[in-house]
Structure formats: C-alpha cells, structure tokens
C-alpha cells in the first residue's frame, strides 16, 4: 500500500501565504516526478508546478515568481510555498508522485495522488 497525505490547505486574504505538504509512505522504490496540480469549481484540473528527482521544476505561468515548489528526497515529501495568493488561486490542491514501487516482490509503475486539500483566498 501507497499512501499519500496532503497537509497545508485553508483560508487566507489576498496577498497571504500558505504552505502545502504531501508525504508519500509506503513500499516505494523511487519517486521520478513529484508535482502539484489544482481544480476550481467547474474548471479541469491543471498543473501547478512539479519537480524532478534533480530538483528540475516547471510551473503554470500564472503562478511563476510567487509559488515555489520543492522536495525532501528522503522524506518522499514534495511541499508548495505559495506566496502573494490572489482569489483566483481558490481550488482545491492535489499532490502527485511518478515513480516505482515495490508489490508483490515486483517493481511497477506507479502514479500516486493526495487526497486533495483545499486552499481559498478571499479578496
């Protein structure tokens, strides 16, 4: 069993900060790519930044120069710094991990995803 959990979310002003983690446990073999993704009501879910194993990132052009994205190798751990929040950043976050784990004594693939946390800012 893999799990992943998310922690961080809540309601702050235009302008604040909020800090997202997601911890993945569990008989992982190695994680590729940790990222963050975001859905809003009635909007798809998109990406918000990710980060490789070398600690390469992309993010989503709205979010660049205010959030930053970064990872704990050892802990599994991915976490989301986002600073300067504007209202239309209200959506519900979700965590996700590319990567190996072990089952059954065999490596597979995995895609992995945190059960979502909720960020709402007010203007």
């Known amino acids: 069993q893999v799990r992943m959990v998310e922690s961080g979310g809540g309601l702050v002003q235009a302008g604040e900060s909020l800090r997202l983690s997601c911890a993945a446990s569990g008989s992982i073999f190695s994680i590729k790519v940790m990222g963050w993704y975001r859905q809003a009501p009635g909007k798809q879910r998109e990406v918000v930044a990710d980060i490789t194993s070398r600690d390469n990132t992309i993010y989503i052009d709205s979010v660049k120069g205010r959030f930053t994205i970064s990872r704990d190798n050892a802990k599994n751990t991915v976490y989301l710094q986002m600073n300067s929040l504007k209202p239309e950043d209200t959506a519900v976050y979700y965590c996700?991990?590319?990567?190996?784990?072990?089952?059954?004594?065999?490596?597979?693939?995995?895609?992995?995803w945190g059960q979502g946390t909720q960020v709402t800012v007010s203007s």
């Open positions: 996700n991990a590319r990567g190996t784990i072990l089952t059954m004594g065999r490596l597979q693939d995995w895609d992995g």
